[in-house]
C-alpha cells in the first residue's frame, strides 16, 4: 500500500447515547479518519460469574438496535464503519446485519468458535494481538487467512509506555506472514510510535478518539481529543508521502541544481 487506512476507534466513548455516537463519528470524519470502530459485548457474557463486574460493564455496552443507524450514518457522512464484537450471540448479530469490516479484539483472539463463524467468509478483518504470543496468532491466522486479514501489532496497555509498545514485532509479522497487510493499534499518548510503525511498514492504524478526555468512563483519559486526532492523521498522510521511492537515483531537482563534475549539454 502506498497509503494509510486510519481507524477512529469509538469504542464506548459514545457513554450509551446514539447522539454522541454520531457525534464522534462526525469528528472522525472531519479529522480525517477512513474509519470508526464500535465493540459490540454484553457484560452477562464477558463476566458470567461476577455480578458487580457485569453491573459495571452494562453502563458501556452498545444497544444492537443502534447498528443499523449508524451503519446508515455512515454511508450519508462517508466513512466505513466497524465493530469488535466479543462474544459468539454479537459476531452473530454483526454477521446477520452484513457488516463487512470486523475487529477482533485481543482478549477474543483464542475464541475458535467465534472466529471460525468468520472462517472463509471474504470479510475484513482486522486482528489485534495485544494479549497474545506468536502460537495464538498464527492460530488465528490459520482461520482468517482467507479472508481480506490485516494483522495488528498492539501492546493491550491503557496507555501505553514507549518501552511496551515493541514495534519491532511489525518485523517479524512481515516476515512470518506474507500474504497479509500490517496494521498497529495504538494505545500510546504521543504520535511518535505510529510514525515509527509506519517507517517499519504498517499502514492501518488505529487511535482512540473522544470529545473529552475529563469525560467519565475507562476509555475517555487516554483518548485524542478532535484537534489531536487531526494531527494524528495529518502526520501519517505525510509521513506516507515522505517514504517514497525505494530507487536510489538522482532526482530531477538535484539533476538540475545540483553542483558536481560532469558532461553537460548546451543545447
Same mark, same amino acid.
Given at each position: 500500500? *502506498?497509503?494509510?487506512? =486510519? =481507524? &477512529? /476507534?469509538?469504542?464506548? *466513548?459514545? +457513554? %450509551?447515547? #446514539?447522539?454522541? &455516537?454520531? !457525534? #464522534?463519528?462526525?469528528?472522525?470524519? /472531519?479529522?480525517?479518519? +477512513?474509519?470508526? !470502530?464500535? %465493540? #459490540?459485548?454484553?457484560?452477562? /457474557?464477558?463476566?458470567? %460469574? +461476577? @455480578?458487580? #463486574? @457485569? *453491573?459495571?460493564? !452494562? !453502563?458501556? /455496552?452498545l444497544n444492537p438496535k443502534w447498528i443499523d443507524i449508524l451503519n446508515l450514518y455512515a454511508k450519508k457522512i462517508k466513512i466505513k464503519v466497524m465493530y469488535s464484537a466479543f462474544d459468539l450471540n454479537s459476531q452473530k448479530i454483526l454477521l446477520n446485519k452484513k457488516i463487512k469490516y470486523h475487529k477482533i479484539a485481543s482478549s477474543e483472539v483464542v475464541k475458535f468458535k467465534m472466529l471460525n463463524l468468520l472462517k472463509n467468509k471474504n470479510q475484513n478483518i482486522f486482528l489485534s494481538t495485544g494479549m497474545c504470543d506468536l502460537d495464538d496468532v498464527i492460530k488465528a491466522y490459520e482461520i482468517l487467512k482467507n479472508n481480506n486479514l490485516v494483522i495488528m501489532q498492539c501492546s493491550s496497555l491503557y496507555p501505553c509506555t514507549d518501552e511496551n509498545v515493541n514495534l519491532n514485532v511489525i518485523k517479524l509479522y512481515k516476515k512470518k506472514f506474507k500474504n497479509v497487510e500490517i496494521g498497529f493499534s495504538d494505545h500510546t499518548l504521543t504520535d511518535t510510535a505510529a510514525l515509527v510503525a509506519l517507517g517499519l511498514g504498517a499502514r492501518y492504524f488505529e487511535k482512540h478518539i473522544t470529545e473529552n478526555k475529563k469525560l467519565k468512563g475507562p476509555d475517555h483519559f487516554y483518548a485524542y481529543e478532535p484537534r489531536e486526532f487531526a494531527g494524528y492523521v495529518k502526520k501519517l498522510r505525510s509521513g506516507i508521502v515522505s517514504l517514497g521511492s525505494n530507487n536510489k537515483e538522482i532526482l530531477p531537482l538535484e539533476r538540475k541544481n545540483g553542483r558536481r563534475l560532469g558532461i553537460y549539454s548546451k543545447i
Open positions: 500500500m *502506498n497509503k494509510v487506512f =486510519i =481507524i &477512529a /476507534e469509538i469504542g464506548s *466513548n459514545h +457513554d %450509551q447515547s #446514539l447522539k454522541k &455516537a454520531k !457525534k #464522534l463519528m462526525k469528528i472522525a470524519k /472531519e479529522c480525517g479518519a +477512513d474509519a470508526v !470502530k464500535f %465493540q #459490540l459485548f454484553k457484560g452477562t /457474557e464477558m463476566y458470567p %460469574q +461476577d @455480578q458487580k #463486574l @457485569q *453491573n459495571v460493564i !452494562k !453502563k458501556f /455496552e
